[in-house]
């Protein structure tokens, strides 16, 4: 695993809206909590380079590592795999009248963006995961 994260056993995190309005920024409690999408080139995250992790926003759970983010072009943090596969889970996501793979946070359930099959190898995925939903830690 990269810089040398180990993901235990995951233990779920619930709280109440009222919590999480209180423990979040409003960006980001739109999106781990309401599902919302935040607009495209306005996180900086989207061109952070540095080294280091990637947490949920919500939980600090680890998610991603720089050494597998990328740039897609799109406007929003890209990564071709998570730290590990137990740290997200997806769901069908049919909003917007088409059919896309949601990701979210296996511990808190926030909601991190979604994954597509159109991603660099060696997986050909490309996690598009909104910034507000994450913080980064510098190696």
């Given at each position: 695993m990269?810089?040398?994260?180990?993901?235990?056993?995951?233990?779920?995190?619930?709280?109440?809206?009222?919590?999480?309005?209180?423990?979040l920024?409003?960006?980001?409690?739109?999106?781990?909590?309401?599902e919302?999408?935040?607009r495209?080139?306005?996180?900086?995250?989207?061109?952070?380079?540095?080294?280091?992790?990637?947490?949920?926003?919500?939980?600090?759970?680890?998610?991603?590592?720089?050494e597998?983010?990328?740039?897609?072009?799109?406007?929003?943090?890209?990564?071709?795999?998570?730290?590990d596969?137990?740290?997200?889970?997806?769901?069908?996501?049919?909003?917007f009248?088409?059919?896309?793979?949601?990701v979210?946070?296996?511990?808190?359930?926030?909601?991190?963006?979604?994954?597509?099959?159109?991603?660099?190898k060696?997986?050909?995925?490309r996690?598009?995961?909104?910034?507000?939903?994450?913080?980064?830690?510098p190696?």
């Open positions: 990269p810089q040398n994260i180990e993901i235990g056993p995951i233990v779920k995190v619930v709280r109440t809206d009222e919590e999480w309005k209180k423990l920024s409003p960006p980001a409690y739109q999106v781990l909590r309401h919302d999408t935040e495209a080139f306005t996180n900086p995250l989207h061109e952070n380079h540095a080294a280091g992790i990637y947490r949920c926003a919500g939980c600090d759970l680890p998610l991603f590592s720089s597998h983010k990328f740039d897609s072009g799109t406007g929003w943090p890209s990564f071709w795999q998570p730290i596969p137990r740290v997200i889970e997806t769901r069908k996501d049919s909003s009248f088409m059919t896309r793979t949601e979210h946070c296996a511990r808190c359930g926030g909601h991190q963006g979604h994954v597509f099959t159109d991603g660099p060696p997986t050909g995925l996690y598009c995961i909104n910034g507000a939903a994450l913080k980064f830690v190696a």
